[in-house]
């Protein structure tokens, strides 16, 4: 694919945060500006597809969201049941794919590395996301090949904050335009 050449008239809006947003485990005042912003986003854009860095099984690991749904997927489902059919596409590699690719998760790592999941040192983060780097690189690619199918309208895509300027780079590499929207964290 040459990388100079724009291949389709789409635009794929990335919107960052951090995963407690995502996956609906932060305060009120947070959620509701994350909320408020997608859906007027979504609405003006006239968007039909949304994507985020999720998978099926990150959403049945959840507990503290009793309908398992992502805030991006029940927006989605809010705004099919009034608007228009907006199709959710959650992109992230699961265990299994993750271990025939090669990719270690993040808990792998910080395991590696005797950490807890729940409480580590800014410096022990940093450290983690210097192994994830590559890790991290690597599924960014299952991402966009699991979205390219799908960007023949405009895409909203959420990620976490981390990965906006690398994904959008792979993006415009592969011949795709994308806007940073914003990042809420």
Do not use: Q
Request: aromatic share 8%.
């Amino acid at each position: 694919m040459d990388s100079n050449k724009v291949y389709k008239i789409t635009m794929i809006y990335i919107l960052g945060t951090t995963h407690e947003i995502m996956n609906h485990d932060e305060d009120a005042l947070a959620m509701n500006e994350y909320y408020c912003f997608l859906k007027k986003e979504i609405v003006e854009k006239k968007i039909t597809i949304v994507a985020e860095e999720s998978s099926v099984e990150s959403a049945l690991d959840r507990s503290m969201n009793h309908d398992k749904k992502t805030e991006l997927e029940a927006i989605a489902s809010e705004l099919s049941s009034v608007k228009r059919s907006i199709k959710y596409i959650s992109v992230d590699p699961d265990r299994t794919e993750c271990a025939r690719l090669g990719i270690k998760r993040r808990e792998n790592v910080m395991s590696e590395l005797g950490l807890n999941l729940s409480d580590f040192s800014h410096a022990e983060e940093w450290e983690v996301n210097a192994r994830m780097a590559n890790y991290d690189c690597m599924r960014e690619r299952v991402w966009f090949d699991k979205l390219k199918p799908f960007i023949e309208k405009d895409v909203i895509f959420v990620c976490g904050y981390m990965h906006c300027g690398s994904f959008t780079h792979l993006l415009t590499e592969s011949g795709y335009e994308s806007v940073l929207l914003r990042i809420i964290v």
